[in-house]
């Protein structure tokens, strides 16, 4: 065991624990002696999990990837074999500052964020008036994080000038959109900090009582924030401007609509989660009828940073109208999938490539915004990400999902697959979105499988627009995003499924038949013991009646013989 070594940390997120850091976890406490080893949060490179860091005497630490409990012995003698450097232009390019603590201290360790500086943005704050602190956060410029915008000072001001007895603080943690962990990650790494700009929030709003509404399907993010706040109640910290807050965390059923701040209030007062007409607004009538104001789990992240350096100084970052960095969840076509965080205005082919190490000869477009989001082409990845930016190209910001797509991809078949989650997460309270999402998946549905007309596309348009207009809150407005993204930047391949019934990508199934070479066949029968049906027969040939085009034999063809052709050729 090298003498070098004085503490050992471990990621033990959710994305290590996947890889299996928990088995890297016990060995390490069975070999390491004396030496602590300290299960901490996500460092965000979540494809070389699980990463075991060294710590040595000096300061500096040796980082590990890909660590199974074979590795460890080689660890504890800092050697070569599983040595993670991130790529450096991933680093180059990232700016962390909210993330900062994550994966450096143990999550469930007061003492240790607060010798990293935690709680000095409280301290700060609670030394200022609430007009002050208001003011320093709209000084800052930050705006909402999870999707709208909403300039954060400027809401705090409207429940700040309430006069009511009881003023209700939200918090959401209603992460629901597919691929998106930013929210996850920074509860389960580093929980106080969340909790630290929701304190600073009631002490500038004067609210008496605090709800985190997180998914039920969070859990570790939930334990950590149930220690965190029971050591926030012993040291009194819950105590402010005389008021002794309670902190209540409610766990939310999955439904993606609760995202939404009205039905997200319906779901805490524990009736069904939809949405109803504003106004009145929360900040004018919310939880039981109090004031209430929402924000959402990595705007609260940002606030400790603003009351630490100063509104002015956290404003010189980022662009004119978008301060600051964001959170993204990179994910898809690209090599380094993960959790990043960059300045505002910082383009997507920098996320991309630079950060995400995807293939530049290899991918077609991004879909940012998770689920309601919109496909932005290669074409147009000089684009800065911001919020103006990306909704001038028919993008959304959202909460931070951004997943890349291959050129191997068939963009009707991705605003199917979107469409496919919105118009079933509908709660079905207006009926643009309840009937109008789901004719627009009914007909992507026809066209993927063969059946569209050239009227098709007309009626998705016209749908699109329809429902964006009439639909009563964001889930609606913003579901037809797909299909309106992809048919302004990708229209050909919707005219090539209906006019010639062809998938110029070859993954729609109906449209498809998968052939072997034989020139290229070793008849290794790999194919035919894969193949969940039976389709392949002992001459090696495919039966188009029997194949469901689950691709199965194509992933382990070790020749590459097997290809996908137009089912008319």
């Not at 990293?116 to 208001?134: D, F, I, Q, R, T």
């Not at 689920?371 to 959202?398: N, Q, R």
């Not at 050239?454 to 964001?474: M, P, T, W």
């Not at 993954?507 to 894969?530: F, N, S």
Request: charged content about 25%.
């Amino acid at each position: 065991m090298d003498p070098r070594i004085k503490i050992l940390r471990i990621g033990v997120a959710s994305c290590g624990i996947a890889a299996g850091a928990e088995a890297v976890q016990s060995k390490l406490k069975e070999c390491a002696g004396s030496i602590p080893v300290v299960g901490v949060g996500c460092l965000g490179s979540c494809y070389a999990e699980p990463m075991v860091e060294a710590v040595l005497e000096d300061g500096s630490g040796i980082l590990y990837g890909n660590v199974t409990p074979d590795d460890v012995p080689g660890i504890l003698e800092l050697g070569d074999a599983k040595r993670f450097t991130p790529p450096p232009q991933r680093e180059a390019k990232q700016l962390v500052r909210v993330m900062a603590l994550a994966g450096r201290i143990d999550p469930t360790d007061f003492d240790d964020y607060v010798s990293h500086g935690g709680y000095a943005g409280l301290k700060n704050a609670l030394e200022m008036s609430p007009e002050e602190v208001v003011n320093e956060v709209k000084l800052s410029g930050l705006r909402g994080r999870g999707g709208g915008g909403f300039p954060t000072g400027n809401k705090w001001s409207f429940l700040a000038a309430k006069k009511a007895e009881q003023k209700i603080l939200i918090c959401n943690a209603d992460e629901g959109d597919p691929g998106a962990f930013m929210d996850r990650s920074l509860m389960e790494s580093v929980p106080h900090q969340m909790l630290e700009g929701m304190l600073i929030a009631a002490h500038a709003t004067g609210a008496t009582k605090l709800f985190i509404y997180c998914r039920a399907e969070y859990p570790l993010a939930i334990k950590h924030l149930r220690i965190a706040i029971e050591q926030i109640r012993e040291r009194k910290l819950n105590v402010i401007d005389g008021r002794t807050l309670d902190i209540i965390i409610k766990e939310g059923a999955g439904a993606f609509v609760c995202g939404e701040e009205t039905a997200l209030i319906a779901s805490l007062e524990g009736k069904r989660g939809t949405p109803r007409f504003r106004p009145p607004f929360p900040t004018d009538s919310g939880y039981m009828n109090h004031p209430s104001m929402i924000n959402n789990v990595e705007t609260f992240g940002n606030v400790p940073l603003i009351l630490r350096e100063g509104g002015e100084a956290y404003a010189k970052i980022g662009t004119a109208g978008s301060k600051g960095t964001k959170l993204f969840a990179l994910a898809g076509d690209l090599s380094n999938p993960g959790l990043v965080e960059v300045p505002m205005g910082t383009t997507i082919a920098e996320i991309v490539f630079e950060i995400g190490g995807a293939d530049r000869d290899k991918v077609k477009a991004v879909q940012t915004g998770g689920p309601s989001g919109g496909c932005i082409p290669v074409e147009l990845f000089d684009t800065p990400v911001d919020y103006d930016s990306l909704k001038a190209l028919g993008a959304i910001m959202g909460s931070g999902g951004m997943i890349v797509i291959g050129k191997d991809r068939c963009m009707v078949e991705t605003a199917r697959y979107f469409l496919d989650f919105t118009h079933r997460e509908s709660c079905g309270k207006c009926t643009f979105c309840r009937v109008g999402t789901t004719r627009m998946f009914e007909t992507l549905e026809r066209i993927v499988a063969g059946r569209g007309q050239e009227s098709d596309i007309a009626l998705l348009e016209d749908l699109g627009r329809k429902v964006k207009a009439g639909a009563l809150c964001g889930l609606g407005q913003t579901a037809p995003n797909p299909v309106l993204a992809t048919l302004r930047y990708y229209r050909n391949e919707y005219e090539e499924h209906v006019k010639n019934h062809r998938c110029p990508a070859h993954q729609c199934g109906a449209l498809v038949k998968l052939e072997i070479d034989h020139a290229r066949c070793v008849k290794c029968r790999m194919c035919v013991r894969t193949c969940p049906v039976g389709a392949i027969d002992g001459d090696f040939r495919i039966d188009p009646e029997k194949c469901t085009r689950c691709n199965s034999c194509l992933d382990v063809c070790p020749k590459n013989a097997i290809s996908r052709t137009d089912i008319g050729e």
